[in-house]
């Protein structure tokens, strides 16, 4: 049967793009779709901010007329600057069991990155490091998060075949939400808070938040990430595009922001009712009743999804984190949450692990970046 390899060159081309794993997960209850919507936004440069920096090329594969996989290549020139490595990353790589497609899909987006100069190519990786990453090696039986990606379990050794090796692995934990918190853990909390003087800000509209914290939440995030694998510094113009996309829609239970004596950002937990079941139900659309699926998630939620923590690098050795975390526990105590699904951590950044290690939890995903020299 004849294979094909596309570039994309229309926006119609480019909504067969993202519709297609809708095909190639059809039936499968633990693939969750992206937002539609987003994800024609973020693949398109011209409304993303971070076309400022990156450049991008999509690829669909066709067997006889039929789609059967598809493969973005982007070149982040902040990421190029930062590490100094001259890498090109692909992403949104989805394929039918079809070695062949997959090897041409492969073949096409690796010419384009040598014909770039680039010495690697890396992924699956996004624009930045805030869109879906890592290819899911461990937990296929597990449902996936509006965060993260979800693949069949051959595209590892697909990958492996095609000389791609790990770099880097992500894992996932599902921790379950205490029925009491212990009056010793209280204790402590109120020692931290009287010996650092940190406390937590609480608002009433999602506009102050905005308004008091918007601009220092995403400086924040840029100084605590600074050294994780991938990340590269946010511009002006994408924290302005954040706080409008983000911010407006946080939940004020299960979000928490640590304040100074001065009124300072210390620290901040962001974490929303899960909107699996949701995204699934309304195929990511939001109409003609996508909508009211996302919004009956949000309202009395069993499982939460950890999305952001981060604490300023000179009070992470001083404990406020157990601030922050004790409060997310009353929250979701008080709404009847069941378990929370903490979203990729770096398998080596054991200080955030640190974080579930007195909770009953699994480890239950595992996803990597893979790499390969051109």
Known sequence: MALEIRELASPRELKAFVNFPFTLYKGNPNWVPALVLDDLSTLNLRKNPAGEFCQSAYWMAYRDGKPVGRIAGIVNQAYIRKWGNKYA???WFDVDDDFEAAQALVAAFEDWARRRGLEAVHGP??????????????????KGTLATNYNHAYYGPF???????????????QVKVPEAIPDKVLRVNDLIAKRTGVRLFTWKRNSELVRKYGAQLFELIDEAYAGLYGTTPLTRRQVEVYIKQYLGFVDTRFTKIMIDEHDKLVG???????????????????????WWHLLSALKK?????MYLVAVRPEYQSRGVIAILMTD??????EEGV???ETNPELESNFAVQQLWKDYERRQHKRRRVYLKKL
């Open 89 to 91: 990353r692909f992403g």
């Open 301 to 305: 939620p069993s499982v939460i999804d």
């Open 159 to 173: 990958l492996e075949r095609l000389g791609y090796a790990k770099d880097v692995d992500w894992i996932e934990f």
């Open 125 to 142: 990786l996004g624009f930045t490091d805030l869109d879906r990453e890592g290819l899911l090696v461990e937990g296929f039986d597990e």
């Open 338 to 340: 069941l378990y929370a």
């Open 268 to 290: 901040f937990g962001i974490a929303m009712p899960s909107l699996s079941d949701a995204l699934i139900k309304s195929r990511g659309r939001l109409f003609p009743l996508g």
């Open 328 to 333: 997310l526990n009353k929250s979701a105590m």
